[in-house]
């Protein structure tokens, strides 16, 4: 039987390294353009650094990763009779695989808060796991790529990380995204407005809707919420709620007027948008949009989430926020954080789809040396060192195998160019040199050869 | 309570992940310009793919993955009353995570064979976990970098490898590595010789310890093996191996001329040495190494270590071999693999002991504009667009903190140059520069400001 892979897990061949590393080098280099410094955590944490911090659904698709050893040896025997898988865990269990990178962080900030410099301003790629079902776009092993700023409230951190997202879609030939923001004091103002503020979740769920089920569905869905008639009425304009940024922050403010938060966060959000205004933007569309409300227990500030360009079916590639206590959780109080994070799987989708990968080298050698016998081959091996010192990628073809076995793999690898040493090329110190593509050949001295291939 | 990481495991700074980089992208680059092509494998593998293959302590340091829900639930109430560890463990695991990147290697070959041209010659850097104990340079999640060939027999891989090491040693400045090399080959006729086919390996773990025990305790342990004192006396050459390659070959060539395994190791060593020699090392020196031995069970031809230049106490920095039957485990048989690894935190520890550091590009901005307030802040991120556009690491300090406050930040961080905007400059469209180190200052233009960064 053949061996397989877990579930929801993937191998990467060489060609889809070669795109995932392009777009990581692209987001990693814009990251550090602007001032972000990369960190790295451990692949598993203690238990109890990532448990709780997800809530129960979060909870239940960490992976726990078994004691070493006697594992079993101090449990408790009724325990392991009433079969309590979720009791037991804890006990067999200590360590857990990273749930994304943004707990971990918060850990890193507090644990290390003596070396840190503030405001620290860090980036994180690396993989994290999680035990969902796995579907298309959905994995069990994912890259996440985070950059967050934590120990400043300043909104030009907001201004930033819209032309961050800018300047690596405009890179990666991603134009006309929709870089969409809210702010979730937009959000409460809205539930203080209509008086509802218990039921701000069950609204926001409800108008996140808008878009896919249409005015009708998404007010009776508030209604069956127990969110009154009345309440409705007073946030109709944005049942229709078009036209420039500048027409959606006024029609907000006047809807706001009353809520001291809202108020705030029509504030925050015009300095947001002016300050863009002002700059503009490379190939990006930044758009408000107050149905926004991804993660809402979580942001307390600016919303963000980036839409592949229109035409591209694909959820969201991108998104974060504004949260004001980021690394309270592990006691360190009062430390404001605003971070992004890039959808690598997706963006991997939009380009392939866009056929934006064209540009990328691939991972294979310009040149193959053919093999004719030891003597050759030796000979040939001094070429390649000379190309190697010059960042060509050269390869000799390991046996003195037939040619057509040795012109099918230059084929077969896609490999630009064949280098033929025959005896008579020994003498003459010479090389044959063979276009795969146009089929030309030439005979080059070895510095002939190496400024050829080098160009 | 400070939040803590699992023992074993490490947070990297901003300055270690820049360094780790630079070695991992060294390494990665040179393997690219040898012809050799990425592929990653996801970080847990079944259980199944993994157990049994690093023998019965391999087993034991794998780290298991606790299945996700209810686990208990068809498990055997019998054994849960016996508290058998080991027997559960494969009821309620069925993941763990990988523990090197040859048994996915393997595994990655045999599943995708239709999809590769062989020889295929892949490379590979990710982490990997063991369950041991901690100590100093030994951690629980560390990383390989590992570049194989499998599908040839050819010794020119041999050679390549040895130039692969040597070229990469080089580029980090780490000039005076010795790479040694043996051949399993060797070890076998030896022990033909001596008629101690049994005791191969008591004989090799002996010899290996000649440098720290010296002969006498060393030919002891041979006695208490039982390895007898007529055979100990047929290899005395071994205990007095020195002078130069050519030298030893010809002392093993006569030692082992009535063994065949032994005769053939003898002539494939003097290949790669012969041709070493023709092709000439960069800065690395080749050693014939007979109580090289290293996984003695895996390896059936070439046997690689390299140590760090003479004066740097550190163990090995990578090592390999060649192996005839690396797919057999997964049921494709014949396939011959050689490879190579390189210890990516032994070679931190060494470049940081010699200084060799010095040249990488720390993670941190080149310029730091001072915020004096709201209007001067724009006035400065429309000039940091114009610098980040041509690759200058650039950023606003986020709030109109003291100038004091500001100015301590570029200190520590250490930031070259501070760019000062007030109403002044404003009105003038100039930039004040200040040169961190020198204390100089210039008032300069937007397109002089660029120019002079951007050198």
Redesign the interface.
Known sequence: ??????KG??????TE??NR?YIINTIKTTF???????????????AS?LMGKYGEEGD??I????N??????K?D?KL??E????K??SQ????A?RYDLTVPFA??V???QN?I?F?F??YQVQ?V?R?DRPQKGRFR?FFQCDAD?VG???L??E??FI?LYD?VFTQLGLEGTTIKINNRKILSGIAEVIGAQDKLIDFTVALDKLDKMGQEKVEQEMLDKEITKEAIEKVQPLFSFTGSNINKLASLESMLQTSEEGTKGVEELRFVIN?IA??GLKSANLEVDVTLARGLNYYTGAIFEVAAPKGVKMGSIGGGGRYDDLTGI??LKDVSGVGISFGLDRIYLVLEELGLFKTVDL???KVLFV?FGENE??FC??AI?AL?KN??????Y??SAKMKKQMN?AN??EIEFVVLVGSQEIEKQEFTLKNMVSGEQSKLSLRELVNQLKA
């Open positions: 039987m053949k061996p397989s892979i877990p897990t993937r191998d990467f061949s060489p390294v070669a590393t550090e353009t602007f001032g972000f410094q990369p960190i790295e955590t451990p692949s598993f944490e203690n650094t239940r698709l992976f726990k990763i078994l070493s050893g006697d594992y079993l040896n449990v025997d392991l009779a079969k309590d898988s979720l037991l865990t067999i269990s200590e360590k695989l850990r890193y507090v644990q290390h070396e410099t405001p301003k860090r993989p796991w035990a092993e700023v400043s409230q300043s030009w951190q201004v930033e032309q300047t300050s002002e700059l592990f006691g991972p294979k050698p093999n081959a030796l091996m001094k060192a190697r960042d060509v990628k050269s390869e000799l390991p046996d793999y077969k690898r």
